[in-house]
């Protein structure tokens, strides 16, 4: 399957580009625990665009994803998918930054609480 410049980040992407970051010294001062979690997304943006993302981490605040293409802070959807249930979430992207092979991380928080 031939690679565009807007599809999905891999497994293998994610790790990387985490492996990159390599261990880290600092202190982590984030109000909520986070949980590993990488599993295929789609981003919608106001604009009506969707971009193919990786999630990196999720929380009962927000998420960080792993996608091409850069993010403007605002509003989005996001849907992620289990293989028996869809979820979509409103959420509010708080930073993007580029990273490693042209994709880039960003982070949101949840503006709708995510279903228990």
Request: aromatic fraction near 6%.
């Given at each position: 399957?031939?690679?565009?410049?807007?599809?999905?980040?891999?497994?293998?992407?994610?790790?990387?580009?985490?492996?990159?970051?390599?261990?880290?010294?600092?202190?982590?001062?984030?109000?909520?625990?986070?949980?590993?979690?990488?599993?295929?997304?789609?981003?919608?943006?106001?604009?009506?665009?969707?971009?193919?993302?990786?999630?990196?981490?999720?929380?009962?605040?927000?998420?960080?994803?792993?996608?091409k293409?850069?993010?403007?802070?605002?509003e989005?959807?996001?849907?992620?998918?289990?293989?028996?249930?869809?979820?979509?979430?409103?959420?509010?992207?708080?930073?993007?930054?580029?990273?490693?092979?042209?994709?880039?991380?960003?982070?949101?928080?949840?503006l709708?609480?995510?279903?228990?």
């Amino acid at each position: 399957m031939e690679e565009t410049p807007w599809s999905r980040p891999s497994i293998e992407d994610l790790k990387h580009v985490l492996e990159s970051f390599g261990n880290s010294d600092a202190v982590n001062v984030r109000e909520v625990d986070r949980l590993e979690l990488s599993v295929p997304a789609e981003i919608k943006t106001s604009r009506g665009n969707i971009i193919p993302a990786m999630t990196r981490e999720i929380s009962r605040q927000g998420l960080g994803m792993l996608h091409k293409g850069m993010l403007n802070p605002g509003e989005v959807t996001v849907k992620l998918a289990s293989e028996t249930r869809e979820f979509e979430y409103r959420v509010k992207i708080m930073w993007c930054t580029p990273c490693d092979n042209g994709m880039f991380i960003s982070g949101g928080e949840f503006l709708t609480k995510p279903e228990d």
